[in-house]
Every structure is written in C-alpha cells, then in structure tokens.
C-alpha cells in the first residue's frame, strides 16, 4: 500500500501475495511482543520509589505501553491496518515516536553519568556533552510531531499518505544520523582524552606507547568498558533504523514487509529496555555495595580494632587512583 504497489495487483500474482503477509506469522509475532512488552513494563515499574526514575523513562514506559496495546489488539483482530484503522495507526506512530526518544534519552543519561563519574574532567568532552543535552530537548518536540503526523495518514489518500510517511522516514533517519555522529564524535573524544589522563599519571610523554604500561592499560580498560555498554544500546538501535527508515528511502520495496518488521523491532525495544534496566540496578547495586564498604572501612579506622588489606580487583568498575 505504501510502497505504491496496489493490492490489485499483488492479487495477480499468486505466488508474491502469500509471501508479503502470513497472518498466522504475525499473529505469533504480535503476540510475541505483547508479552515482551508487558514483561518489560512490569520490569520497569518494579520497585519505583523516586520520581526522577519515572522522569528519566518516561518515553521508554509510553512506547512500551503503546506496543503492549497495540500488539494485543493486532493479535486479536488481524484485520487491522496501518494507516487505515485510526487506533492501531495512533498506537504504532506514537510507539516509534517515542521509542527514538527514549534511545536518545538512555544514550544521553548514560553519557552524563559517564562524564559526571569520572575523576577528571574535559572541557571538550563536556561542552559536547552540554550541547547534546540541549539538543535532547528539541527532540522532544521532534518526535512527537512526527509520531502524530503517522497516524494522519488514516484520513488523506494513498499518494498523500505514500509522501507523509516518506516525510516521517526522512525525519527519523536524519535523527539516527545525528545520534549516531554525536556517539562517534563522543567516543574518539572520550577514548583520546582518557589516553591523556593515563599518559599524566603515569608521567609518560607523549611519544611513549601506553602498551608498554599494563597499568595504565588496565586503568583505561575499565573505564572503555562502561563505554561500550552504552554503545552495545546504540549500534543495535543504528542497524534497526536502518532497515526500518532508510532503507524504505531507496527500496519501496522493503515498505511491504514492514508486516514483519514492526512487530520484529517493536521486540526488540521490549529486549533493550529490560537489558537497560537491568544494567542500571545492577551499577546501582555495585555502588550501595562500595559504599557500605567504605563505611565500614572508616568505621574500623576509627575504632582501630580491625586492619584489613583492600583488595586490588581489576574487574571492578570503581577506581581507588587518585590524580596528582
């Protein structure tokens, strides 16, 4: 429908029509997502006892919220549409809409945190990291124009709905480009500027090779691996994008098979905001941990009857080194 190819003639071929849409394959699929979504919901909302937290996810709740509704309600009836039935459209717009808000919103947060954590600080790292944050806010306009521009396709004809979507397709692809340049730009500043700090605390000059300081090299090691969590979020989320937005731009073809791949990325959101979570409790677990051990430590330096080694872990994301 989208791809300008009429049903009339999909029907024609007999041996096409069958392979572009199983309705058994995607009622499974649907359902699939449904109880993905509604796992990851539960998952979220479990234990919330701040309100910053609710801040911090609430495009990642909506989205969740929309595909739980709108896979249940495809799994149910398999006559919908998009861009014909006006609910299931409202659900599924607003679904990415929301959906590339909450990526930008994790990388953002993680991001910060990275920066705001560590020991040192960068005046280059940081005003990029500023100026992403101020660009965060604009995508939030952003996106939902976009993802209410999705479901007015229900009431224009099929070449004013094949252009409007064609319009949504660009937006989202030139917002995954953005992100994507910002988490590369930010990655070579990151790794290049750490590289200095490991070069002044050990003071070694710029000539010297930091392989020849194991170290160091571990020092950095532990903190390039906080940034390849974040970047395990976002290359998944590049590829999905992808083949969700760009390569429609350049095959119409791919359009037809958005029958399979709105639920597939839809799962595939419900698996990254749980794995995102869980990597939130788990460093927040971590940091209670630290700090219960810290006090524990100042409490025996004060009562003096206790001395006790501290351990020297290497696969400990915490960092007792301190710069000179």
């Known amino acids: 429908y989208f791809a300008g190819i009429s049903l009339k003639e999909l029907k024609k071929n007999s ?83 929301f959906s590339l808000l909450s990526i930008s919103f994790i990388v953002r947060d993680s991001l910060y945190s990275l920066v705001k954590g560590e020991e040192w600080s960068s005046s280059s790292v940081e005003r990029l990291m500023e100026r992403y944050i101020r660009m965060s806010k604009l995508w939030i306009l952003y996106d939902a124009f976009f993802a209410q521009l999705g479901w007015l396709t229900c009431f224009t004809d099929e070449i004013a709905s094949l252009n409007m979507l064609r319009c949504i397709l660009i937006a989202y692809s030139v917002q995954t480009l953005v992100l994507c340049c910002f988490g590369q730009n930010f990655s070579s500043k990151y790794k290049a500027t750490l ?76 698996v990254i905001s749980i794995s995102y979570v869980y990597n939130v409790r788990l460093i927040m677990k971590r940091k209670i941990a630290m700090e219960a051990r810290n006090g524990f430590q100042k409490k025996v330096q004060l009562n003096g009857e206790v001395t006790r080694a501290k351990e020297n872990d290497e696969d400990d994301d915490s960092d007792y080194d301190e710069l000179i």
């Open 15 to 97: 041996a096409v029509a069958p392979c572009l849409q199983d309705e058994k394959v995607l009622q499974i699929l649907y359902g699939i997502t449904a109880g993905l979504s509604l796992v990851a919901i539960i998952y979220q909302l479990k234990d919330v006892k701040r309100l910053a937290y609710i801040k911090r996810l609430w495009p990642s709740i909506v989205t969740l919220f929309c595909v739980l509704f709108a896979s249940t309600y495809r799994t149910f009836d398999t006559g919908l549409v998009f861009g014909v039935d006006v609910l299931f459209s409202i659900l599924i717009s607003n679904a990415y809409g």
């Open 195 to 270: 590289e200095a700090v490991a070069k002044f605390k050990g003071n070694i000059s710029e000539l010297e090779d930091l392989v020849q300081f194991p170290d160091l090299v571990a020092w950095m090691e532990r903190r390039l691996r906080k940034l390849r969590r974040i970047q395990h979020v976002l290359i998944p989320y590049s590829i999905g994008s992808i083949v969700m937005f760009f390569l429609p731009l350049v095959w119409p073809l791919v359009m037809l098979l958005w029958s399979y791949t709105v639920p597939i990325s839809c799962s595939g959101f419900c």
